[in-house]
C-alpha cells in the first residue's frame, strides 16, 4: 500500500514529544468507515540482547478471521524505549511492514495505546493517522488514567478518565482476567472500538495481534535460516557503532531539555 512521505522520524525527544501533540489534533474520534471486511494485526518483537527488531503484519478476512496476507520485516531500532515515544522505536519498521501489504486492511489493531496516551497519540492513533486508516489501541497495561477497578467478566468495561476526560475503556474479554486498556487510534468511536476488540478476542490480546506475535516467535524460533541470521547480525555490527552514537545524542537532548515531562 502506498504510504504518504510525513515527518522524520529521526527526532529528539523533545521534538518527538511536541510532534505528538500536534498530530494528536488531527485523530478522528468518530466512525470514519464503511463495512469493515478486513482487519490488521500487527506485532513488533525484539532479538534478546540487541537492538534487533522485526515486525509481522497480519491481514484476515472479517468476521471469520481468515488469513489473507502476512507480511514481514527486520530492521534495527535506534530510538531507545521510552514509555509515551513507542511509535518512534517501532513505527519506522511497521510502516516499512505495511508497504509491502496488498490487500489494504479496513480496520488495523494495535498492542499499544491510541488516545489513551498522555499527550493523547499513543501508536495507534500515530500509525493510524500516518497510514490514514481506522485503527484500535489495545494494550495489557494502562498508560495514564484511572478506572473503577471491579470488572469481571467478560463484556465489562469501565471508562478509562484522565481529568475527567473518557480517553479508552478498562475491557474485560475473558471471565476473571485482568483487563485489556482499548482505545481509539484513529477514525473509529470508543463504542465501536470496543465493540471490534469484542468480537475477534478469545484471550486477553486481540486475535489477530496475538496471531502475529505468535507468526514472529515461529519465525525466530524455528524457521529464521542460518543465512537469513547471519546476514542479520551483519547489518547490525555495520550499524552498531552509529546506533550507540546516535543513542547518546539522543540521551543528551533528553537530559539538558528544560521542563520536559515525558508522561
Known amino acids: 500500500m502506498h504510504v504518504k512521505k510525513h515527518h522524520s522520524w529521526k527526532l529528539s525527544y523533545k521534538d518527538a514529544a511536541a510532534l505528538q501533540s500536534k498530530l494528536a489534533k488531527k485523530i ?12 490488521a494485526g500487527v506485532d513488533v518483537k525484539y532479538i534478546k540482547n540487541s537492538n534487533l527488531i522485526m515486525c509481522a503484519v497480519l491481514v484476515f478476512s472479517f468476521p471469520d478471521l481468515a488469513l489473507i496476507e502476512v507480511k514481514t520485516c527486520k530492521s534495527m ?13 517501532e513505527g519506522p519498521i511497521i510502516e516499512k511492514c505495511f508497504k509491502k501489504i496488498k490487500n489494504i486492511p479496513d480496520l488495523i489493531i494495535f498492542d499499544g495505546h491510541g488516545y489513551a496516551h ?3 497519540l499513543g501508536i495507534a492513533s500515530h500509525m493510524g493517522i500516518l497510514l490514514n486508516l481506522p485503527a484500535i489501541g489495545c494494550a495489557k497495561k494502562k498508560l495514564c488514567g484511572d478506572y473503577e477497578n471491579n470488572l469481571k467478566y467478560r463484556g465489562e468495561y469501565s471508562f478509562l478518565k484522565e481529568n475527567n476526560e473518557i480517553i479508552g475503556a478498562a475491557l474485560v474479554v475473558k471471565d476473571n482476567v485482568k483487563p485489556a486498556f482499548v482505545s481509539q487510534g484513529n477514525k473509529i468511536s470508543l463504542d465501536s472500538a ?8 478469545k484471550f486477553k490480546i486481540p486475535e489477530p495481534v496475538r496471531l502475529a506475535h505468535n507468526y514472529l516467535e515461529e519465525i525466530l524460533n524455528d524457521k529464521l535460516s542460518r543465512f537469513e541470521w547471519l546476514l542479520f547480525r551483519s547489518e547490525y555490527r555495520k550499524t552498531k557503532d552509529l546506533e550507540n552514537k546516535l543513542s547518546k545524542i539522543a540521551e543528551a537532548d533528553f537530559i539538558y531539555s528544560n521542563n520536559f515531562v515525558l508522561d
Open 118 to 120: 498522555p499527550r493523547r
Open 77 to 89: 531500532a535506534v530510538f531507545p524505549y521510552i514509555p509515551g515515544l513507542l511509535a518512534f522505536r
Open 194 to 201: 470496543i465493540k471490534f476488540i469484542l468480537k475477534v478476542s
Open 28 to 39: 478522528i474520534l468518530y466512525d470514519d468507515f464503511d463495512v469493515v471486511k478486513k482487519i
